[in-house]
């Protein structure tokens, strides 16, 4: 399995930006699909983020589109999160999840947590109002 590490989360003023980064040591990010979840404190861990293993489908909960961004560079190995004009209620643990699609179609994205194979230790976004 590949493993994660998320790098980039702070506290922010409401009305700011952050880029989270999720690093991938082990096997190349090539052969994944990547999303990104979000844990606020007693809430479950929710769906942000997707980008399918060749990068050409990206998927984005409602609440976050027009404002978030991901994006992945094969080159360095890592998937991104860029999150502009940030809310309180961005407030959160944000996690990076891998998916191995090497058998599968390369387009898809996926939403949803038991799809994800790799997860990281997760990253703390703290956006002050």
């Known amino acids: 399995q590949v493993q994660l590490v998320e790098s980039g989360g702070g506290l922010v003023q409401a009305g700011g930006s952050l880029r989270l980064s999720c690093a991938a040591s082990?096997?190349?990010?090539?052969?994944?699909?990547m999303g990104w979840f979000r844990q606020a404190p007693g809430k479950e861990r929710d769906f942000v983020a997707a980008?399918?293993?060749?990068?050409?489908?990206?998927y984005y909960t409602n609440s976050v589109k027009g404002r978030f961004t991901i994006s992945r560079d094969s080159a360095k190995n890592t998937a991104y999160l860029q999150m502009h004009n940030l809310k309180p209620e961005d407030t959160a643990v944000y996690y990076c999840?891998?998916?191995?699609?090497?058998?599968?179609?390369?387009?898809?994205?996926?939403?949803?947590?038991?799809?994800?194979?790799?997860w990281g230790q997760g990253t703390q976004v703290t956006v002050s109002s």
């Open positions: 999840a891998a998916k191995d699609t090497t058998y599968k179609a390369g387009s898809y994205y996926y939403t949803r947590r038991h799809e994800y194979d790799s």
């Open positions: 082990g096997r190349t990010l090539g052969s994944y699909a």
């Open positions: 980008i399918s293993r060749v990068a050409d489908s990206t």
